[in-house]
């Protein structure tokens, strides 16, 4: 039996720079699996690789036996993955509503007739777009800035308004891109909860790739470890926490007494 | 056969002309990412300087050249100063780039509608425009050789400039990746005016020589637009392909104006950017901007 | 009502028809068009050929010449769309010079340079009236609907656009196939009202001063558009002596306006809600 999720040697170079390489690893449907390693060990590649930012140069990401890599960025997206940036990509001159309701619109249609005359479906639609959009960010804590302008919000609350976007989509597969980024203690402590939270009531598969040990270690069971773009370990926290390949990516090489 | 020769060499000589002004609009797309529009304005600046330095003054070509070059680059400077660091500095929206570039064209163009008045003026002909047999194939003029031997000269001369010193290598890095030139200790600011002054002086050369095929008037700025086509078929940001791309469009011009019609040249010219961007958008030699995500 | 503000108040309906197809490239979907008055040009001939020659009637003829308006945004924008960058932008300042040779040339169909007069003077006030009413409140429809904001989202980024499941390629075009429909119908309209049509009247400074207009108004805002149509409309008419130096301003407007103030004069708020807002406020 395939994999919901799973990586077969996926590689990308560019120009010389072996960003992934020979990637490999599966994911049961519902798992929370983490993916670390150092600045520049292609973390975000492998994300851009799946979500059809990037071609890969050799290998598959398949989703549900399907192969994502072949795929333009709002196929994959069709086919029900989500994610989010680690530079974050919110539309700022929108509302914080607006951008989930941008997102929440995909899995509510309406006919473009309809939405030049504002008949038929319009507006039960738009309701529900909006019913939908406003329960999201309730969930993340955001509903009573529903109406701000999504760049004046606090860097921290940007990141939960991307994850309520993503979750609009209604995926199956979310991609979480360091969502702790730029997190204190406290904040790192919500967002766990958060992370927890949305992966049992929506039966979600998610992928974090996070710096942060306190979240990676805490919520994921499966981890893996990347290093100049290949795989050096693979375990549950424990595991990876004594892996000595790991300790050196991090580390550096232990001195020799 | 004669005609065919006479043709290419007609084709290659205003190719050049339009490499001279594709270069300079590649080489600030290729730093800044955004298309420059305003460059006919430079083109237009260095025209009337020449001008006005030989028929005012009396002067000789290669000061009124200088004059150009000069003046139309401190132009280029102080529009880059004036309408796009503003806006550079508090947004990277190139779109109000675009916009602002657009309006600064428009700007200089009316503004010497306005004190130079439209009419068409020809160039006092201290530029040699007599016959020249070559080598017994085809009769052109001293000017279509000038202008390609002109072109060489300068395109030459911008390579060494890129190729052999300093701030030349730091607008390749800058090519590349803007803010890590910057990270590296570049004065980004002081290079951007670099590329704009540069871009300015070719564009007044390219002026001048189209001043004397065409005459100069205050809309001679919009023969850009071909030097904007030539560098997206030639590919983006890529200064080779400024000069391949501006030499397949002289020739086919000067090819379809010699054998089909002289109104056809610009269908020609629109066609062949329509059959780029269908076939291959990135132009023959284009550089792939890829954002980081 | 004299015959004067008629004509001003058509003019404006006729102005702002096509701003508004503008504001929606432009403001709303972030494209830089350089040539949008070549659509204004094939509406206006369209229609009048169809009206002339063919004896059909005006009201589906001004319809038919948004179509071909449309058709040829299509071929135009197919290739050039799917690209992000300032291919658009570019093709659409030959799309405009093009259109004009042949316009200018095609001398059996389009009657050349000298222009194309006799047209049925079918654009009254009220007619003008009527389309902009209805064209207006459709745009305001649209962009307030799953489109607008799939147009939104890939002008303020492309990326998390596609990201959301948008296929920013089509979005594109059909943003630029609706904007090219309304300048069709505003060229239309236009020959109906001066009964006569001429290439130059939809050159370089007719296409600036449609994306002046948007500028100054707000890119963004539709209110601000139609807003911005106004006033451009109204200075250019009081300011007839000084029409030479009309393109100049138009130049120095846009230049302005994004080194002082990018967000024009509305930035992206609409006149309902805004002063939904005022009034609120004194509530509380």
């Known amino acids: 039996m395939s994999a919901f999720f799973e990586l077969v040697h996926l590689t990308k170079n560019f120009g010389g720079v072996q960003a992934v390489s020979d990637l490999s690893f599966a994911m049961e449907k519902g798992e929370l699996a983490g993916l670390m390693g150092p600045n520049g060990a292609g973390k975000t590649t492998v994300f851009n690789l799946i979500t059809g930012v990037y071609d890969p140069d050799s290998g598959q990401a ?10 333009k960025t709002y196929q994959v997206t069709a086919k029900g993955v989500a994610r989010t940036f680690q530079n974050l990509r919110l539309f700022q001159r929108s509302t914080v509503v607006e951008n989930v309701m941008t997102a929440a619109q995909q899995h509510i249609p309406y006919g473009f007739v309809e939405g030049l005359t504002h008949l038929g479906r319009w507006r039960s639609g738009e309701r529900a777009i909006r019913a939908k959009s406003m329960e999201l960010l309730d969930r993340v804590g955001l509903a009573d800035r529903a109406n701000q302008a999504a760049g004046t919000l606090p860097y921290g609350h940007q990141r939960r308004l991307e994850i309520a976007r993503a979750l609009a989509l209604e995926p199956e597969l979310l991609l979480l891109d360091e969502p702790a980024a730029g997190m204190n203690a406290e904040e790192v402590n919500s967002l766990n909860a958060l992370i927890r939270n949305i992966h049992q009531d929506f039966g979600l598969t998610i992928l974090v790739i996070e710096h942060h040990m306190d979240l990676i270690m805490e919520i994921c069971k499966h981890i893996i470890c990347m290093n100049f773009g290949a795989k050096i370990a693979e375990g549950t926290p424990e595991d990876i926490q004594a892996h000595p390949e790991v300790l050196k990516a991090y580390l550096g090489e232990e001195e020799t007494a | 056969m004669t005609t065919l020769i006479q043709q290419i060499i007609n084709g290659l000589s205003l190719g050049s002309v339009y490499a001279l002004i594709a270069v300079g609009y590649s080489l600030v797309y290729s730093v800044l990412l955004f298309s420059n529009f305003a460059h006919g304005g430079f083109l237009v600046i260095g025209g009337y300087i020449c001008y006005g330095v030989l028929r005012g003054m009396g002067g000789s070509i290669w000061f009124a050249g200088a004059l150009s070059l000069v003046g139309a680059g401190v132009a280029a400077v102080l529009t880059e100063r004036l309408a796009y660091r503003p806006i550079r500095e508090r947004t990277n929206v190139t779109l109000y780039l675009l916009i602002a570039s ?29 016959p020249v047999d070559f080598f017994g194939l085809a009769t052109t003029s001293a000017f279509d050789i000038l202008s ?25 890095a800058a090519a590349y990746d803007l803010r890590t030139a910057g990270l590296m200790g570049v004065n980004v600011n002081r290079l951007i005016s670099i590329v704009f002054f540069v871009a300015g002086a070719l564009a007044a050369v390219g002026g001048i020589f189209l001043s004397v095929r065409y005459t100069l008037y205050p809309q001679l700025g919009g023969i850009t637009t071909k030097a904007f086509i030539a560098a997206v078929i030639g590919g983006l940001g890529s200064l080779p392909g400024a000069v391949v791309g501006s030499l397949i469009l002289g020739l086919a011009e000067m090819l379809t104006a010699g054998f089909i019609s002289s109104q056809m040249r610009d269908l020609v010219v629109f066609s062949l950017l329509v059959i780029t961007l269908l076939v291959k958008p990135s132009g023959l030699f284009g550089k792939s901007v890829g954002e980081k995500v | 009502m004299s015959g004067y503000t008629e004509g001003i108040i058509t003019l404006l309906c006729i102005n702002a028809i096509a701003a508004m197809g503008v504001s929606l490239l432009t403001g709303f979907t972030g494209i830089f068009s350089l040539g949008h008055a070549a659509y204004m040009a094939l509406g206006a001939y369209t229609t009048a050929i169809l009206t002339i020659q063919h004896g059909i009637h005006w009201f589906p003829a001004i319809l038919l010449g948004g179509g071909v308006a449309v058709i040829v945004a299509y071929l135009i924008g197919i290739p ?8 658009y932008s570019i093709a659409s300042i030959g799309l405009g010079e093009a259109i004009r040779l042949i316009l200018e040339n095609w001398q ?39 489109f607008g904001r799939a147009c939104k989202a890939c002008r303020d980024d492309y990326i998390a656009a596609s990201i959301l499941g948008f296929n920013t390629a089509r979005i594109r075009i059909y943003s630029l196939a609706i904007s090219a429909f309304y300048c069709g119908v505003a060229g239309a309209l236009l020959g109906g009202f001066l009964s006569f049509i001429q290439p130059v009247m939809f050159d370089m400074m007719k296409s600036t001063e449609l994306t002046s207009v948007v500028v100054f108004g707000g890119l963004g805002s539709l209110s601000g558009t139609i807003l911005g149509t ?23 407007v846009l230049v302005v306006v994004m080194v002082l103030r990018p967000e024009g004069i509305m930035g992206n708020r609409e006149f309902i809600p805004w002063i939904r807002s005022l009034v609120g406020r004194k509530k509380s």
Do not use: H
């Open chain 1, 62 to 71: 398949l989703f549900k036996g399907e192969d994502l890599g072949p795929l």
């Open chain 2, 102 to 130: 657009m309006g600064m064209s428009i700007v200089i163009e009316n503004i010497f509608v306005i004190v130079a008045g439209g009419r068409f003026r020809a160039l006092p002909p201290v530029i040699p425009t007599a």
């Open chain 2, 148 to 172: 390609l031997v002109t072109a060489v000269v300068f395109l030459g001369g911008l390579q060494i400039f890129l190729t052999k010193t300093r701030w030349g290598l730091a607008i390749r």
């Open chain 3, 80 to 87: 050039t769309l799917r690209l992000m960058g300032d291919y």
């Open chain 3, 108 to 146: 059996s169909v389009t009657r050349g340079a000298r222009g194309y007069p006799g047209i049925d003077p079918y654009t009254t006030l009220p007619v003008a009236l009527g389309f902009f009413l209805v064209l207006a409140l459709c745009m305001f429809n649209i962009i307030n609907s799953r």
């Open chain 3, 230 to 252: 106004a006033v451009i409309t109204l200075v250019t008419e009081l300011f007839r002596p000084i029409s030479q130096y009309r393109m100049l301003i138009y130049g120095a």
